[in-house]
């Protein structure tokens, strides 16, 4: 039974093709690296997924309840807000969006990774944040999505 089980999820994951989004230039890219102070009176949020989980999937990304954009495998999006605030952040999901809440303080950089899970019909996702080490990290990896093009759960 375990092995029939196997065999299906392997023969399902091989047609699986990858998801895609526009991007950013290179040089856009390299500078959104480079990790540089925000604006004076905003906080930089880096919101990213990485791995090839899900990778068939693309998955709307809010802040706010405006869009950032859709997110595909190896990408990452920055965009500013205001500081000294709370903001939702939210992904799409199986049936319905799941957010989470971020306080942020002026100056200051926060990184959000969107993760894909497998539910009971389609893959959802989820949003956590993790460290500014870990983030850069990560992210130094990954190539930046252009902003905008989701779908409207939010309009």
């Keep these: 039974m375990l092995y029939k089980a196997l065999v299906i999820t392997?023969?399902?994951?091989?047609?699986?093709?990858?998801?895609?989004?526009?991007?950013?230039?290179?040089?856009?890219?390299?500078?959104?690296?480079?990790f540089n102070p925000p604006e004076e009176g905003k906080s930089g949020l880096y919101?990213?997924?990485?791995?090839?989980?899900?990778?068939?999937?693309?998955?709307?990304?809010?802040?706010?309840?405006?869009?950032?954009?859709?997110?595909?495998?190896d990408v990452f999006f920055y965009t500013e807000v205001?500081?000294?605030?709370?903001?939702?952040?939210?992904?799409e999901s199986e049936f319905s969006p799941n957010d989470m809440m971020l306080?942020?303080?002026?100056?200051?950089?926060?990184?959000?990774?969107?993760y894909i899970k497998f539910g009971a019909f389609v893959g959802g996702a989820n949003l956590e944040q993790v460290s500014e080490e870990k983030g850069k990290s990560e992210v130094s990896k990954l190539d930046l999505a252009k902003i905008g093009n989701c779908?409207?759960?939010?309009?």
């Design 103 to 114: 306080n942020t303080e002026c100056e200051k950089h926060y990184f959000i990774k969107q």
């Design 151 to 155: 779908s409207s759960i939010y309009n």
């Design 47 to 73: 919101i990213y997924r990485s791995g090839m989980l899900g990778g068939a999937l693309k998955k709307d990304i809010w802040v706010n309840e405006e869009c950032v954009g859709e997110s595909a495998p």
């Design 82 to 91: 205001k500081c000294d605030k709370e903001h939702k952040i939210s992904t």
């Design 10 to 34: 392997i023969c399902a994951l091989s047609f699986v093709g990858c998801a895609s989004v526009s991007m950013e230039s290179k040089e856009r890219s390299d500078l959104a690296k480079q």
